[in-house]
């Protein structure tokens, strides 16, 4: 597009006339191509693949290039195409989706820095207005993620690495894991409130508040689970038990009457909070230590990642595994999935077939529920059915054939998953 976009792109001779009197020429000289590049390149960003979380970093520097050519010196070549559409209304609000994309995605601010080891957990406020972190230098710190600037002095007074952070659901009290303790601090003042939580006889990996506050669970190296009245500082129950190594991760469901807990012994195990037992059987299906796990916010679907590489989706209610695992990760990598497809959202599948079938979605053109190509408003009323074959894309729209020439698209799209 780029290179297509240039001042008086149509040649007119008379620039008082308005864009209604040059349609003709408009229709002549104004390819279908870079009018289908202006109206569509805000929604391939915002809403496409996202290139940055490929890794690619040469690729992603070619990208930016791009962006920032067109940004500097071809805006406003742009804006004289839509208003020769007759769409300048529509370039106003694509250039706020745009500024408001790029807002959302870019990093805000420079790193966060002051802990002088590694960090292991970071946890949001409920309100959002303070960061927590838990670091192996033995202190937890407090950040304004507006500001980036450490809120009040580092919280002091674990002798060992710190695990896991985790806020209360109403932000008044903040836990902390480390080696055989659980502390609680006062957000505000940095206080800490009460003793420490002592019971377990080794690590403490995670800690989670039930979603009312009245529950704090933790799950350490010693195989168990225990629950704490966090007002009291008192243990709730009888340690829970069942697991056979490491317990690396506590989650309560949203209704807080579930809890799931992860393993090294490759197993999730789901239990009742308020009665200690154990809900159904073991959740099998992981190869190798199960690090995390996490419910949905409605509860349905709980989620859990191991050292297999892969992610399992349960159904909580039946332990029953919800399709196939998800596959993808490698080392050091973060990955989007779409729970209900259960495929990644954050890349393509490989280049398609000679002839591969595809179908429309939100006005996507879509392939293996990945976002392959947006549809312009005039093709959204119709029945649709798409195949690609040999860098062609065919569209029906009740009685017409249309047929887009996007070989240079799939390709960029093959180099690119190169990179990857």
Not at 176 to 186: A, E, M, V, Y
Not at 235 to 244: N, V
Not at 306 to 312: A, F, G, R, V
Not at 399 to 419: N, P
Request: some cysteine.
């Amino acid at each position: 597009m780029n290179q297509l976009l240039r001042e008086n792109v149509c040649n007119l001779c008379d620039l008082s006339k308005s864009s209604s009197e040059v349609q003709d020429i408009v229709e002549r000289d104004l390819s279908k191509g870079i009018q289908y590049c202006c109206r569509s390149w805000p929604i391939h960003l915002t809403e496409g693949k996202r290139w940055s979380e490929s890794g690619a970093d040469g690729v992603n520097r070619h990208h930016e290039a791009d962006f920032e050519t067109f940004s500097k010196e071809k805006v406003l070549f742009w804006l004289e195409v839509m208003s020769l559409v007759g769409a300048t209304n529509e370039a106003v609000s694509m250039a706020k989706q745009v500024y408001q994309w790029l807002s959302t995605w870019k990093q805000v601010g420079e790193p966060l820095t002051g802990h002088t080891d590694e960090v292991n957990s970071v946890c949001f406020s409920p309100d959002g207005k303070l960061l927590a972190s838990g670091s192996d230098d033995e202190t937890i710190r407090l950040w304004d993620p507006q500001t980036g600037k450490q809120f009040g002095e580092p919280l002091t007074g674990h002798t060992d690495w710190c695990y896991s952070v985790c806020f209360s659901l109403d932000g008044k009290l903040l836990a902390s894991g480390s080696k055989g303790t659980i502390r609680l601090w006062d957000p505000q003042t940095g206080k800490q409130f009460g003793e420490p939580l002592t019971g377990h006889t080794w690590w403490v990996n995670s800690v989670c508040f039930s979603p009312d506050g009245k529950l704090l669970a933790s799950g350490s190296s010693d195989q168990t689970i225990r629950l704490w009245d966090p007002q009291t500082g008192k243990q709730f129950g009888e340690p829970l038990t069942g697991h056979t190594d490491w317990v690396n991760s506590v989650c309560f469901s949203p209704d807080g009457k579930l809890l799931a807990s992860g393993s090294d012994d490759e197993t999730i195990r789901l239990w009742d909070p308020q009665t200690g037992k154990q809900f159904g059987e073991p959740l099998t299906g992981h190869t190798d230590r199960v690090n995390s796990v996490c419910f949905s916010p409605d509860g349905k679907l709980l989620a859990s990642g191991s050292d297999d590489e892969t992610i399992c989706l349960w159904d909580p209610q039946t332990g029953k595994q919800v399709g196939e695992p998800l596959k993808g990760h490698g080392d050091n990598t973060q990955l989007i999935w779409d729970t209900l497809a259960l495929q990644r959202t954050d890349i393509q599948p490989d280049a398609p077939s000679p002839v591969t079938s595809a179908f429309v979605k939100d006005h996507w053109v879509t392939l293996s529920s990945s976002r392959l190509f947006w549809l312009p408003p005039q093709y959204w009323n119709y029945h649709h059915i798409v195949i690609l074959s040999r860098g062609k894309l065919a569209v029906t729209a009740e009685e017409s054939l249309y047929i887009f020439d996007v070989s240079s698209a799939l390709e960029l799209d093959h180099r690119l998953a190169a990179y990857s």
